[in-house]
């Protein structure tokens, strides 16, 4: 087969076509790197460059969308590079008076993202790799601001955390269209349901599914490419029917295993890798898992991921075996390989 550019690659995935090769995706936090755009971008980059993925994925600080609301990211990250907040902005219900929709471009985390976006955006290391960023959903905004107290406040006070919530959205949808506006081709929206007892699939479904259709309809027709990935208690039933062109999920918490999920969905799937197994287990491992996703989907529809982002321990080898197992290329950057 002709070899394909990777939005085309990634363009048949979705429609269920065959490829020349597998397409792939790995992206992940740099927590020794973005507090700074420059940092960011800069990691980003030659992480691209080493391992080529399908797309390049700018992935701020976790707590980057909160942080103009008064959300304070901790300094030890977690496993998976991210980083807790220290102090949330919400500890009484009127707290969420305050959350109002905001100018991105002006606005504290995400001006910074913004800026880290342009560096990316000048160099010539991309190639021809669809750029998205990570983009939290409204939920996974508010379940930060929250601390924990979302759930609660929702079935107590669903008016004003309603009202939040849209505005949240609305900030979302402006920080999106901003970010096309820069030459992005979309975004990497991440659904992290909050799993707390209070929050019942009924709630999630009335009060926080809507926002995330808003945000994803308002880029129908102006982003090339929208990846949701989602964890936590979500309906997948619902996520399934969401318009979106690549879908990713951490199997557990009542989302399906690969194949059964890539059954129901239209868009093209990702996944078929543990990030935690190919931190720990052998390089070889994580070929045989890739092999297996594939074949489990019958080889269409598939874009070959971890579940998550990349942990930043993961050894080099692992992330190799993998590209060269799928016909991808490994460039060789300084720091990483010899």
Known sequence: MTPMGRLDRLRAATRREPVDR????????????????????QATLRFHDRYGP???????????????????????????????????????????????????????????????????????????????????APSAVATRLGGGR????????????????RALAETQIRFAELCLAEGLAGVLYTVQAPAEPALGTATYTDLLE??????????????ALRVVHVTGPVPFARVATWPADVVGWAPGAGLPAL???????????????????????????????????????????????????VWPDTPDEALTAVVRALGGSIRPILGLSR
């Open 22 to 41: 597998p397409p792939y995706a790995f992206w992940r936090h740099f927590p020794t790197a973005d507090r700074s755009p420059a940092g960011l971008a």
């Open 210 to 223: 809507p926002h995330d259709r808003a945000v994803l309809a308002a880029l129908d027709g102006r982003a």
């Open 54 to 136: 399908d797309f390049l994925a700018v992935v701020p600080p976790a707590g980057y969308a909160a942080q103009a609301w008064g959300c304070v990211e901790a300094e030890t990250p977690r496993d998976d590079g991210s980083r807790p907040c220290a102090r949330c902005a919400v500890s009484h219900p009127e707290d969420w008076r305050a959350i109002r929709t905001l100018e991105p471009a002006s606005a504290a985390g995400f001006s910074e993202v913004v800026e880290a976006l342009i560096r990316v955006g000048f160099d010539r290391r991309i190639g021809d790799a669809p750029v998205v960023v990570v983009l939290p």
């Open 150 to 165: 979302l759930a609660v406040h929702l079935r107590e006070w669903p008016g004003l955390v309603g009202d939040a919530l």
């Open 259 to 309: 194949a059964e999920g890539h059954a129901h969905l239209l868009a093209a799937a990702l996944g078929g890798l543990d990030p935690r197994a190919l931190r720990d287990e052998p390089s070889a491992t994580a070929v045989l898992a890739a092999r297996a996703a594939l074949a489990a989907v019958g080889e269409r529809g598939l874009v070959v991921a971890p579940g998550g982002p």
